[in-house]
């Protein structure tokens, strides 16, 4: 927490089709009218943001503090959202504070990491997402808010 992650995101959507599931209401400024080009969620019903999602086309559906909203595994529907952004033109961005919280069909399906410091051990790191470890320690000699992006 406090890495820049909601920072780097507010900039990334400034002037796009934007809808965020907010759950920590972090995106006061955006309205909570889904049916506008800029809109959150906040009322943390994840199926409904999934299916809002879904009808979203050329949007940038922001998952915002995804450990608690995955669970440690991707459902069948949110998978769907994965899957479907060739169809969509959807942008999915899935934030997560913690490297060992991202199940491993996330990492499967995307096409970018954004990697921010976190307090994962390395060991573990190695374990689990061996294509992340270069990035991961070559951030903990970088200063707070630093980031690294990988392509996969």
């Given at each position: ?29 955006l ?31 922001v ?5 608690g ?84």
């Amino acid at each position: 927490m406090g890495e820049g992650k909601t920072t780097f995101i507010k900039r990334y959507i400034k002037n796009k089709r934007v809808f965020v599931f907010d759950v920590n209401n972090e995106y006061k400024e955006l309205p909570t009218d889904t049916n506008r080009k800029q809109s959150r969620l906040i009322d943390l019903e994840h199926e409904k943001f999934i299916n809002i999602c879904l009808d979203k086309r050329n949007t940038v559906c922001v998952c915002e503090d995804a450990t608690g909203f995955v669970e440690g595994r991707l459902s069948a529907t949110y998978r769907k959202v994965m899957v479907s952004k060739r169809h969509t033109g959807n942008v999915n961005i899935v934030v997560f504070h913690s490297i060992l919280s991202v199940p491993p069909r996330i990492i499967q399906l995307s096409d970018y990491v954004v990697l921010f410091k976190t307090n994962d051990e390395l060991l573990q790191v190695e374990k689990r997402f061996v294509q992340l470890v270069k990035p991961f320690i070559s951030l903990q000699r970088k200063p707070q808010y630093s980031y690294e992006t990988i392509k996969l």
